[in-house]
Antibody
Framework: QVQLVQSGSELKKPGASVKISCKVS????????MNWVRQAPGQGLDWVGG????????TFAPGFTGRFVFSLDTSLSTTYLQISDLTPEDTAVYYC?????????WGQGTAVVVSS | DIQMTQSPPTLSASVGDRVTITCRAS??????LAWYQQKSGEAPKVLIY???SLQSGVPSRFSGSGSGTEFSLTIRSLQPDDIATYFC?????????FGQGTKVEI
């Protein structure tokens, strides 16, 4: 069946970087764009952006430019979100989600905690 | 950016009630709107896409309507399993944006 499996929780110090992976199975990786969504503790959903799994072309929401980078490894059917220069405000659960009929399949989420 | 205004923020109802959540877009999005259900500690799950299309496997007590800038999600007969927070999202224009969420309590 269609699945998105994300990497495990991360604890980072301010100023560090983190790279989260999202591995897909059950469908052709390049058929659908991948989106990323952030959810800070107790808060709503923020659309971080998305990446075309065909061309690798990214789109970012305002507020998620500069320190946020998407990448692909098509051979591994995996998408990555890298965040650099982390601050405590980046503490959140990050979800990958397939863009089809809205966001129809979601990863389980990766918790990133930034604390000194 | 398109702003999505969702109401009410919290909704308290009884089992069997008909419940309606509304979402307003700051500009027209035709029908490029999805509704999600998020239970505590879980990833969101799509219920409705293209404003009124029911996602496969979602109970038929859920329905969506609207077009342009005004949308609604209705739960025909509220069940205990429907306790969750519900979000709308427009995917008409980048950046895709979510409503603030509606917490449904029984």
């Amino acid at each position: 069946q269609v699945q998105l499996v994300q990497s495990g929780s991360e604890l980072k110090k301010p100023g560090a970087s983190v790279k989260i992976s999202c591995k897909v199975s059950g469908y052709r990786f390049t058929s659908y764009a991948m989106n990323w969504v952030r959810q800070a503790p107790g808060q709503g959903l923020d659309w971080v952006g998305g990446i075309s799994t065909n061309s690798g072309s990214p789109t970012f929401a305002p507020g998620f430019t500069g320190r946020f980078v998407f990448s692909l490894d098509t051979s591994l059917s995996t998408t990555y979100l890298q965040i650099s220069d982390l601050t405590p405000e980046d503490t959140a659960v990050y979800y990958c989600a397939r863009h089809y009929n809205g966001l129809d399949v979601w990863g389980q989420g990766t918790a990133v905690v930034v604390s000194s | 950016d398109i702003q999505m205004t969702q109401s009410p923020p919290t909704l308290s109802a009884s089992v069997g009630d008909r419940v309606t959540i509304t979402c307003r877009a700051s500009q027209t999005i035709t029908t490029w709107l999805a509704w999600y259900q998020q239970k505590s500690g879980e990833a969101p799950k799509v219920l409705i896409y293209k404003a009124s299309s029911l996602q496969s496997g979602v109970p038929s007590r859920f329905s969506g309507s609207g077009s342009g800038t005004e949308f609604s999600l209705t739960i025909r007969s509220l069940q205990p399993d429907d306790i969750a927070t519900y979000f709308c999202q427009q995917y008409s224009n980048y950046p895709y944006t979510f409503g603030q969420g509606t917490k449904v309590e029984i």
